[in-house]
Structures are given as structure tokens and as C-alpha cells.
């Protein structure tokens, strides 16, 4: 190899052109450096926040939100992005832990409206921390999306509020009317969460609604937020005879009550609502809903079209069925996204936010994985309500669907 260099290139020959090419190497990579760079600067974003609960009581609810969003996320900006008049915009989703709490989701809002400056924002999921949420939103002028909160509060009077799910005062009616025919009942007994606004309101509102038109309430128990023993108020809903038994309440404390109410001899049909509706209901009842019916917004279960088409997408991503929570969710981000093509963006936010949240209150109709919808002037949509029963494979099996 010496001999090779002596006779054509010297060594030190070869060292200057080693050299000059690292050097065009060099050149090159820097100048393919600033054209990637040049074009990721040039690709602009849109932040919009998630104020869920990651962690507390019920972290299913946040972490079907969180999936739901990761899914639109990923397929629009691997198809390079949302176009807003003809711009493409790289979506930039931040989600923000509010344990369930409303103190919790009252900072997550003002942290995704000061320090991330956000133009929208997703959630808060239940009532209990959309209410107080809600008003920070309203008050900063930052669109907000309810997927889940069913309370008329989370959006009566407040313009920059909305919500993609049915309410409550449509919700109570329709499980009353739905009981009171499936389960030929006369009389109710009914426990609710006295710490939820949610869980308190619709207890109320079917207690008023049954008293009216069907029959007696001859239990009406509440318990407390961190409770687990639930024996008092079911020994009391066992010995009172009552035809069925009426549970508003987060899945959490349903698969507690329900699983104490088997072990205490109740034997009778139970009725819920839409905060039944978690993958993780079965798990923690025991199986002791199997055969029981609530209200909620989908039915995965022999779904089509575009609602089938969800439902394959989140399990083939995550392996298990979405929940009503992330279907929700799922309509939110749409509606949120298609008032942003609808108004465009200026690039400030104040006035985006302003114009993002008056082309949600203009969409008059939307066709989303849980149904069709129209909205009322206050940003509550009018949508069916659908029943689902418990099957004893743990699946939400649709019933019907149907108005008060």
C-alpha cells in the first residue's frame, strides 16, 4: 500500500483530498440542514388543549380522551397536516392532567389559555369540572368543547361553551320513559353521589320525572365521593321492594354498588346512565351488571359506517373497544377542527379564538361516529339517546334509540 501511494499519491496528497471531500460532505449536510430547517418553519401549528383527567377516581375517562385525540392527531399530520384555506396545519395536541377535580381543571384552563396559548380547548369531560372550568374559558374568550358534561350549566350562558353530547334534562326522561316500559315499574329506588354535580342533578331530575308520570321513588340514598361500603343504603333499597334500581353515577361507583347489591340478594333490573359507560365497568362489577341497561350516546356494538370505521382504528391502536367518553371526544376534536377550516386563522390569537368560536355556534348540522346532531343556540346539540344493555362478554349491546 506504501509502495502503491508512492508512486501516485503521497500521503500528504491523500490527507488534502480526504479533506476537501469531508469538507463538501460538510457543506452539503449543512445546506440539506437549513432547507429542513427553512421548511419546518414554514409548517405552522395549532395548539389545542385537553383539560382531562389522567389520574383520581376515574383516569379511564382522561385516557380515552387522550386516545381519541392521538388518533385524529397522527392522521392528519401524517397527511401533512389540517388545511385551512389552502394552509396545512400540524395539529399540537396538549394534554393536561386535571385528577378529576374542579380546583384542578379550573388551573389546567388558565395554564392552556396563559402558557400554551391554546386556540381551543377539549374538555373538561364530566360536569363537575366543566361547570367551574367553563367559566374560565368563557371569561378568557377561549372556545371550549365539552365532550361528556350532560349538566345545562356547563353552557347556559356562556357563548364560547359547547358541548357534543345529549343533557341531562333530556337524558332523565328518557330512562324514566325507557324503565318504566321494559321493566313494567311502578316504583324506583335510586342512589346517587350527593359530591357530583352530575351524579346529584340527575337523580333529581329523574326523581321529578318518575313522580310525575310513572310511579313512587321509595328510596333516595346519596353517598360521598370517596365511599366504598355501600351497605346502609342498599340494605334500605332491598328491603323497600322497589321494581328497579336507578344508578347516575360514575362507573367506578357503579361496579361497588352493583357488586354489594348482588352480594345483599338484590336480584331486581338496575338502570344508569351515561358515566356507565367505561371499558372498565365489567372488570370492576364483577359481572354483576351483566343484563343491566343505561343511557349513553354509541353503541359500539354492531356499529357502521363511519362509527365502525372509529371503533377499528382505536382497536387496532390501543386493543380494546372505545368508550362513549372517547367517541365524544372523538366528534369534539371534529367539530373544533371543521369551525377552524370554517373561519380560518389570522395568525392572532385573540381573534382566532373569537372566530373559531363563532363558526362552532354557525355548524347547524354534524355528522359525527355518535350520531347525527344540530345545535341549539346555546351549543347544545340535539341528538338521540341511545340504550345499551350488558352482555355477559362485558359488551354494550345497543337496545334502541329514542326521545323522552
Not at 395536541?93 to 396559548?117: G, M, P, Q, R, T
Not at 340514598?221 to 321494581?243: I, M, Y
Not at 345483599?264 to 358515566?275: A, H, R
Request: aromatic share 10%.
Amino acid at each position: 500500500m506504501r509502495e502503491t501511494l508512492d508512486k501516485g499519491f503521497s500521503q500528504d496528497k491523500l490527507e488534502a483530498l480526504m479533506k476537501k471531500i469531508w469538507k463538501i460532505f460538510a457543506l452539503g449536510a449543512v445546506a440539506s440542514m437549513a432547507v429542513c430547517s427553512a421548511f419546518a418553519a414554514k409548517q405552522k401549528t395549532i395548539k389545542i388543549g385537553f383539560n382531562i383527567p389522567l389520574t383520581g377516581d376515574s383516569p379511564k375517562v382522561g385516557e380515552g380522551a387522550k386516545c381519541a385525540g392521538e388518533i385524529v392527531k397522527n392522521e392528519i399530520n401524517s397527511a401533512g397536516g389540517l388545511d385551512v384555506k389552502g394552509t396545512k396545519y400540524l395539529l399540537d395536541f396538549i394534554y393536561v392532567d386535571n385528577e378529576l377535580k374542579a380546583d384542578s381543571a379550573i388551573n389546567v384552563a388558565n395554564k392552556l389559555i396563559d402558557i400554551d396559548k391554546v386556540l381551543a380547548s377539549i374538555g373538561p369531560e364530566g360536569s363537575g369540572r366543566a361547570i367551574p372550568a367553563g367559566e374560565v374559558y368563557n371569561d378568557a374568550k377561549v372556545p371550549m368543547i365539552t365532550p361528556w358534561a350532560t349538566n345545562p350549566a356547563a353552557t347556559a350562558g356562556r357563548p364560547y361553551c359547547f358541548r357534543a353530547c345529549f343533557l341531562d334534562p333530556f337524558q332523565a326522561p328518557v330512562a324514566a320513559k325507557f324503565a318504566s316500559e321494559q321493566f313494567s315499574a311502578k316504583s324506583v329506588a335510586i342512589i346517587y353521589n350527593l359530591e357530583d354535580d352530575y351524579s346529584k342533578t340527575l337523580a333529581e331530575l329523574f326523581k321529578a320525572e318518575w313522580e310525575k308520570k310513572y310511579g313512587k321513588v321509595v328510596v333516595f340514598e346519596s353517598f360521598g365521593q370517596k365511599d366504598q361500603d355501600f351497605s346502609v343504603q342498599l340494605t334500605k333499597v332491598v328491603n323497600s321492594g322497589a321494581d328497579f334500581l336507578y344508578l347516575p353515577c360514575y362507573y367506578n361507583h357503579v361496579g361497588l354498588i352493583t357488586s354489594q347489591a348482588k352480594d345483599l340478594g338484590w336480584s331486581k333490573p338496575v338502570m344508569g346512565s351515561d358515566s356507565w359507560g367505561s371499558a372498565d365497568l365489567f372488570k370492576l362489577s364483577k359481572g354483576a351488571v351483566v343484563g343491566d341497561y343505561f343511557t349513553t350516546h354509541y353503541a359500539a356494538k354492531g356499529a357502521t359506517g363511519k362509527t365502525k370505521e372509529f371503533i377499528e382504528k382505536y382497536e387496532k391502536a390501543y386493543g380494546y373497544t372505545p368508550d362513549d367518553v372517547a367517541a365524544l371526544t372523538y366528534d369534539a376534536i371534529h367539530i373544533v377542527l371543521q369551525a377552524i377550516q370554517d373561519a380560518g386563522l389570522t395568525g392572532k390569537i385573540k381573534a382566532d379564538r373569537t372566530n373559531v368560536m363563532k363558526a362552532m355556534g354557525k355548524i347547524s348540522s354534524f355528522a359525527g361516529v355518535t350520531g347525527n346532531m344540530r345545535f341549539t343556540p346555546d351549543g347544545d346539540p340535539v341528538k338521540d339517546a341511545v340504550v345499551v344493555k350488558v352482555t355477559p362478554e362485558g359488551e354494550f349491546e345497543y337496545v334502541k334509540s329514542l326521545q323522552p
